[in-house]
């Protein structure tokens, strides 16, 4: 039982990880390049989670 309940947090905390650091490298890359449309969603996401 315990072990079900530890099963999707294992498989959720590399996955957030790495969406982080992909929006963390879209945020980069954008802010290098000056595209509208990355820097667009970058923007949204890093506001939100600096909202929240």
Known sequence: MARFFSLP???TVPFVFNLVA????????????HTK???GVAY???NNKVNI
């Open 9 to 11: 947090w294992v498989l």
């Open 22 to 33: 992909i929006l963390g490298c879209l945020a980069y890359v954008d802010h290098r390049h």
């Open 37 to 39: 449309l990355n820097g």
């Open 44 to 46: 949204l996401f890093w």
